[in-house]
């Protein structure tokens, strides 16, 4: 699992700042958007998803952005753990017919104790 | 416990030998999914199932073939394994296509 992060974007953050992850999708029609972490050596594990009929959407300690005009999602993570160091990816989905999920390539988090 | 279960975890093999990678799920799941991971490249969807006995290509499903005769299982087989598809591959399903998926752990095969 420790490759999966290798070329892919990074972003460094400090223990306890908040962290920002972007991802601009590609399909406007696509109507269902999911976070995904992945732990090194782990599957992929859905954090947060938004429906199109929303901008915001808010967890434990996540929330989830949508700007549909520009095709842009952000997931927040506040107060940043150790333990939130991942690749997360983010999934457009299209529900309609022949609905089609894609992914985009991920990005990897790294907190600095 | 919900979960998505792949066999082997790990496996070196030698170009051009057959092997299965087996995937199991118990949430009654319609849809199954297998999944390669390469680095710098993310997730791209080989084969998925709709259904028993329904499958369709994804993204890149040249080198493998899938089946799907129960609701329950969903094996990868690589007839002729060559160097190219040495990866990390994941299994997931879901209740339908269009829904929260859930990833097994993951297999690492190694083709020599």
């Known amino acids: 699992g420790e490759s999966v992060g290798l070329h892919l974007p990074t972003l460094s953050v400090q223990e306890g700042d908040n962290s920002i992850i972007n991802c601009a999708y590609s399909?406007?029609?696509?109507?269902?958007f999911i976070w995904y972490k992945q732990e090194s050596g782990k599957g992929p594990q859905f954090i947060i998803d938004?429906?199109?009929?929303?901008d915001k959407r808010q967890g434990q300690r996540v929330t989830v952005l949508l700007n549909k005009t520009v095709k842009h999602l952000s997931l927040q993570i506040a107060a940043t753990q150790p333990g939130d160091s991942a690749v997360y990816f983010c999934?457009?989905?299209?529900?309609?017919?022949?609905?089609?999920?894609?992914f985009g390539k991920g990005i990897t988090l790294s907190v600095r104790p | 416990e919900a979960q998505v279960t792949q066999n082997p975890r790990y496996l070196i093999t030698v170009t051009g030998k057959k092997l299965t990678v087996t995937c199991s799920q118990n949430?009654?799941?319609?849809?199954m999914s297998w999944y390669r991971q390469d680095p710098g490249l993310g997730l791209r969807q080989i084969y998925y199932?709709?259904?028993?006995?329904?499958?369709d290509k994804g993204d890149v499903p040249e080198g493998y073939k899938v089946s799907r005769k129960e609701k329950r299982n969903f094996p990868l087989i690589l007839e002729s394994p060559s160097p190219n598809q040495t990866s990390l591959y994941f299994c997931?399903?879901?209740?339908?296509?269009?829904?929260?998926?859930?990833f097994g752990e993951g297999s690492r095969l190694t083709v020599l």
């Open positions: 199932s709709m259904n028993v006995e329904v499958t």
């Open positions: 999934a457009e989905i299209f529900t309609g017919a022949n609905s089609k999920l894609t």
């Open positions: 949430m009654n799941h319609e849809y």
């Open positions: 997931a399903s879901t209740f339908h296509g269009a829904g929260e998926l859930f």
């Open positions: 938004i429906r199109s009929n929303m």
């Open positions: 399909n406007s029609a696509s109507d269902y």
